[in-house]
C-alpha cells in the first residue's frame, strides 16, 4: 500500500513540475493574451489529472490520496495494544497549496510601526518575532526568516508605490530614500507622461534601490523596492506653489488595496509620504500571527485574513491556479510550490513509518526465533523423560553383559 502511495505521489510530483513550468512560461511578457490563454487550457488540464490521481488511486478497493484515508490502524504485534495508526493527506487540488498571510501594504505621512512583539505559530512550533519601532516590511521578513527552522513559515517582502494625477506640468523635486536618500528632480513637459520623471529616478536607482516603470500608462510610475525597505519621498516642491501628486501604496502585483489610503503631495503643504510594503508570510500548514498593533497606522496586519492585531492564514490551493494573466502567474508560483513541498512531506513521513516497518518486522521475526528456540529447549530437555529412557538403557545393558558372562 505505501509503494502504491508513493507511486502517486511521484506522479503528482511530475504533474506539478509541468504546471509549474507553464507558470514559468506565462510570468514572461514576451506573451500576448492569447499565449496565456493556451497555456491556461494545459493548465487546466493538469489540475483536472491532479484531482483524478488523488480520487482514484485505491489498495483493496479503498482510495487512499482523497482525504479519507485517516486515522487508520497497523497490527504491528501479537497483544491487544500492539499497534500504531497512520493517516495520508489528501492530495487533492483543493487541498495542497500555500498557506499564506499577507500585511496591509500602507501610504502614510511617516512610518510609525510601533516597536512590539509579534508571535508566529506554525506548525514546526511558536517563535516570538521582535519588531522595531519604524521598522519595514524587509526587517520583519528577515526575523521571521530566520526563526523559519523553528516555526515552518517562511517570509517574502517587497515595496511598491504608484505616482499618479500630476497636477500641472513643471519643474519639481523631491528627496526619494529607500537604501539611501537621493535628490530627484526633473522637468515635466506633460501630466499625461511621466517619462522625465520615470528616468530620474532610475538614474538614482543605485543609490535608492528603487526602479520606476510606467503603470497601466505614462501617466503615472510604478516604484519598486525588490527586498521591502520603505519607500519615502520628502521636500516635495514645484515650481508653482500647490502644484500635487499622489503616492499610493500597492501589493505584491501592484493591486490597490482597499484600506490605505494615498497621500497627496503637494508644495506648500504635506511634502513628506512613507509607502510601507508588502509582507507575505507562507507555510505548507496552517498557521497564525497575534501581537500586532491594534492601531492601524502603527501595525503590519490590518485587516487581510483576520484580527486587526494578526490573523490565520488562508490557503491559495493547486485548484484556484489561473496562469492566464501575469499577476496569476507570480501566484501560481508561489502555491505550486507549497503543493509540491506538501506532498513532499507526505512522502517523507509515509517513508519514515514504512522504515520503521521496516524494523519490526526484523523485531518480530528475531522475537518469533528465540520463542521458537526457547520452546525448542523446554521440549528436547524433558529431563524425567530422558532420565528414564537412561536407566532403561542401563538395565538392558548390564542385563547383555550378565548373559554374555
Request: proline share 0%.
Amino acid at each position: 500500500m505505501f509503494n502504491t502511495t508513493e507511486g502517486a505521489h511521484v506522479e503528482i510530483t511530475n504533474v506539478l513540475q509541468r504546471l509549474r513550468e507553464l507558470a514559468v512560461q506565462s510570468a514572461n511578457d514576451t506573451n500576448v493574451a492569447a499565449d496565456r490563454t493556451h497555456l491556461q487550457a494545459e493548465a487546466s488540464q493538469l489540475v483536472a489529472e491532479l484531482d483524478r490521481i488523488a480520487t482514484q488511486t485505491t489498495w483493496n478497493g479503498r482510495a487512499i490520496l482523497d482525504g479519507s484515508f485517516t486515522a487508520k490502524q497497523l497490527q504491528i504485534g501479537g497483544g491487544v495494544a500492539e499497534t500504531t495508526s497512520f493517516s495520508v493527506d489528501s492530495a487533492r487540488t483543493s487541498a495542497i497549496g500555500t498557506f499564506g498571510l499577507s500585511s496591509d501594504p500602507n501610504a502614510i505621512a511617516a512610518n510609525a510601526i510601533s516597536g512590539s512583539d509579534l508571535t508566529v505559530s506554525g506548525y514546526l512550533g511558536s517563535a516570538t518575532i521582535g519588531v522595531a519601532a519604524n521598522a519595514s516590511v524587509e526587517d520583519v521578513a528577515a526575523t521571521v526568516n530566520a526563526n523559519t527552522g523553528s516555526t515552518g513559515v517562511k517570509a517574502a517582502a517587497i515595496t511598491k508605490a504608484k505616482l499618479r494625477d500630476l497636477g500641472a506640468a513643471e519643474a519639481i523635486s523631491f528627496t526619494l530614500t529607500g537604501d539611501a536618500a537621493a535628490a530627484i528632480s526633473a522637468t515635466m513637459t506633460s501630466v499625461s507622461d511621466l517619462g522625465a520623471l520615470r528616468d530620474a529616478i532610475n538614474d538614482k536607482a543605485g543609490v535608492t534601490g528603487i526602479t520606476a516603470v510606467f503603470g497601466s500608462g505614462s501617466s503615472e510610475l510604478v516604484l519598486t523596492h525588490g527586498t521591502g525597505k520603505d519607500i519615502q519621498m520628502t521636500g516635495f516642491d514645484a515650481a508653482t506653489a500647490g502644484n500635487d501628486i499622489y503616492l499610493e501604496a500597492l501589493d505584491e502585483n501592484g493591486v490597490v488595496l482597499a484600506t490605505p489610503d494615498a497621500i497627496k503631495l503637494m508644495d506648500g503643504g504635506t511634502t513628506a509620504a512613507d509607502v510601507i510594503g508588502h509582507l507575505v508570510l507562507t507555510s505548507i500548514k496552517s498557521f497564525t500571527v497575534s501581537g500586532d498593533d491594534t492601531d492601524a497606522d502603527k501595525r503590519f496586519f490590518n485587516t487581510i485574513n483576520g484580527t486587526a492585531a494578526g490573523g490565520t492564514a488562508a490557503l491559495a490551493h493547486v485548484g484556484m491556479v489561473n496562469i492566464s494573466t501575469l499577476s496569476g502567474a507570480a501566484m501560481a508560483l508561489r502555491v505550486i510550490d507549497g503543493a509540491m513541498s506538501k506532498i513532499n512531506t507526505a512522502r517523507a513521513e509515509l517513508g519514515a513509518l514504512s522504515n520503521r516497518l521496516d524494523s519490526t518486522i526484523s523485531n518480530l521475526t528475531n522475537v518469533k526465533t528465540n520463542s521458537d528456540i526457547s520452546r525448542s529447549n523446554i521440549e528436547d530437555a524433558d529431563f524425567a523423560a530422558e532420565t528414564a529412557n537412561l536407566a532403561r538403557q542401563q538395565i538392558l545393558s548390564r542385563a547383555a553383559t550378565s548373559m554374555l558372562a
